[in-house]
């Protein structure tokens, strides 16, 4: 039965790869909107505009409800719909979850966010943003090398998909495009490795999306 489930998305955005990764993961049906972020003026962009004032990606549109930011779109969808579980039933290995995907999401990921590295540009010159992006992704990916080394069997914490891997393929993919060697965070590569085995998660890459470059 169809969801009633909208995701305003953009096929290269990480926050919308998490999504994906847990709607695909928890078998929910939904449609896709791609959303040009270089240009808000077609039909989606204009939604996107109403309906979140920070102008991101993605918005979760479920019936008359509107969510924004990725955490919280995946932690009302293990609230509300049914699926394999992301959010693990004990609270200690909950919250180690949490923290992982915390870590990538608010620690990692906007550092390197388009707008933060164009600022750069603008100003310390031409490259810099790249230079910036590089170091502090090198940086966060050897913090989260630690705590994933702690808590890592099969997934991030443990044998089972949890939260915390929703946020992992996108945050290595990034590292790489950025020029970081990744091969330096083994149980990270590992770990990932294992996550692209999954249907649900090779669905929700880049470039399976509607909106992807034809190559």
Excluded at 81 to 110: K, N
Excluded at 124 to 138: L, R, V
Excluded at 170 to 182: C, P
Aim: one cysteine or more.
């Amino acid at each position: 039965s169809v969801s009633n489930l909208t995701l305003l998305a953009r096929f290269g955005s990480s926050a919308s790869w998490r999504v994906r990764c847990a709607l695909n993961y928890k078998h929910i049906e939904y449609d896709i909107r791609p959303v040009n972020l270089l240009d808000l003026s077609d039909e989606n962009g204009r939604k996107l505009l109403q309906l979140n004032p920070a102008s991101r990606v993605p918005v979760l549109i479920h019936g008359e409800r509107v969510i924004t930011e990725s955490l919280a779109i995946i932690e009302y969808l293990e609230e509300n719909f049914d699926g394999p579980r992301l959010l693990p039933s004990d609270s200690y290995e909950r919250a180690r979850s949490r923290a992982i995907a915390l870590h990538i999401a608010c620690g990692i990921q906007p550092v390197q966010n388009i707008r933060v590295t164009r600022r750069v540009n603008e100003l310390m010159g031409k490259g810099a943003g790249k230079e910036w992006a590089k170091y502090w992704m090198n940086l966060g990916l050897k913090e989260l090398e630690g705590m994933v080394s702690r808590t890592a069997g099969d997934f991030c914490v443990g044998d089972s998909v949890s939260i915390a891997d929703t946020c992992l393929p996108s945050i290595v993919y990034k590292g790489m495009a950025w020029g970081v060697d990744v091969e330096e965070f083994p149980t990270l590569v590992r770990v990932e490795k294992n996550l692209a085995a999954l249907p649900t998660f090779e669905a929700a890459r880049p470039e399976r999306q509607p909106d992807a470059p034809k190559q």
